[in-house]
């Protein structure tokens, strides 16, 4: 392939530790810190203040070997499955659950989840949770009926889709198709918990220009209203930051619930 052309995440790939680094580390240097860590922590956090968003099961699916936004919530179901577009980025989510050297770690989020649960003690414990309940890191193939063919997975309280949809669609079309086998995942009654980017075309990861849909808030809700959802919460942050690694205008977060 063309070194230059635009790359997209589920066919191409990426560097999943370049990804890391680059856009979720604590370098001071950063300039994603506001965007893409404080903001998903945050949204979640409030989402789960109702004391509706609860369960036995939690689904996440999310572009590369991210989890930050986990935190807040994994204290409210008894087990998480982990959905997965890349073996990489699989393999680095399992070196970080089973403590091996090298793997990427979270601690840098601290101050963001200790400020929100007023608990300084609560971190290690909150780390040691989340390790433990998260029980399968299943592999998803975009190109079949079922995401994680051949394997079955029960319907979930609530599923969090994070900036996957704008990176595995090349047009409309493609994008409701993985929004509608996505989100039958959601059991009738559950929740839907999208995080995305506003109007972005790319993002770089190492030297590699990686493809990004670009999409609306109104689209997105049009989208999910479209499945059987209703809307009851979305927030936007509009971008801060300055850099030439990505395009967006900004981040949304866009609470559910599916219709019974």
């Known amino acids: 392939?063309?070194?230059?052309?635009?790359?997209?995440?589920?066919?191409?790939?990426?560097?999943?530790?370049?990804?890391?680094?680059?856009?979720?580390?604590?370098?001071?240097?950063?300039?994603?810190?506001?965007?893409?860590?404080?903001?998903?922590?945050?949204?979640?956090?409030?989402?789960?203040?109702?004391?509706?968003?609860?369960?036995?099961?939690?689904?996440?699916?999310?572009?590369?070997?991210?989890?930050?936004?986990?935190?807040?919530?994994?204290?409210?179901?008894?087990?998480?499955?982990?959905?997965?577009?890349?073996?990489r980025c699989m393999i680095e989510l399992r070196k970080w659950r089973n403590r091996h050297t090298g793997a990427f770690e979270w601690s840098h989020i601290s101050p963001t989840v200790i400020e929100l649960l007023g608990d300084s003690k609560e971190w290690d414990l909150k780390d040691m949770h989340l390790k433990s309940i998260i029980k399968q890191i299943?592999?998803?193939?975009?190109?079949?009926?079922?995401?994680?063919?051949?394997?079955?997975?029960?319907?979930?309280?609530?599923?969090?889709?994070?900036?996957?949809?704008?990176?595995?669609?090349?047009?409309?079309?493609?994008?409701?198709?993985?929004?509608?086998?996505?989100?039958?995942?959601?059991?009738?009654?559950?929740?839907?918990?999208?995080?995305?980017?506003?109007?972005?075309?790319?993002?770089t990861v190492g030297k590699d220009r990686m493809h990004m849909f670009k999409q609306d808030e109104s689209f997105v809700r049009n989208a999910v209203v479209k499945e059987g959802f209703t809307v009851t919460k979305c927030d936007v942050l509009l971008r801060n930051s300055e850099s030439h690694l990505t395009d967006y205008q900004g981040k949304f977060c866009m609470v559910a619930r599916k219709d019974m």
């Open 1 to 87: 392939m063309d070194p230059c052309q635009t790359k997209v995440y589920h066919k191409h790939g990426f560097d999943s530790k370049v990804f890391l680094e680059t856009y979720f580390s604590g370098k001071s240097t950063s300039v994603f810190g506001d965007d893409i860590l404080k903001f998903p922590i945050q949204k979640i956090h409030e989402a789960c203040v109702s004391g509706d968003i609860k369960g036995d099961l939690l689904i996440d699916i999310s572009a590369g070997p991210i989890l930050h936004y986990l935190y807040p919530i994994c204290g409210l179901f008894k087990e998480i499955t982990l959905l997965r577009f890349s073996e």
């Open 138 to 203: 299943v592999k998803c193939h975009s190109d079949r009926e079922n995401l994680t063919d051949p394997l079955q997975l029960p319907q979930a309280d609530c599923v969090i889709i994070s900036w996957i949809l704008e990176l595995t669609s090349t047009d409309e079309g493609e994008y409701m198709s993985h929004l509608k086998k996505m989100v039958k995942f959601v059991k009738p009654g559950g929740h839907l918990i999208i995080f995305g980017a506003l109007n972005g075309t790319y993002y």
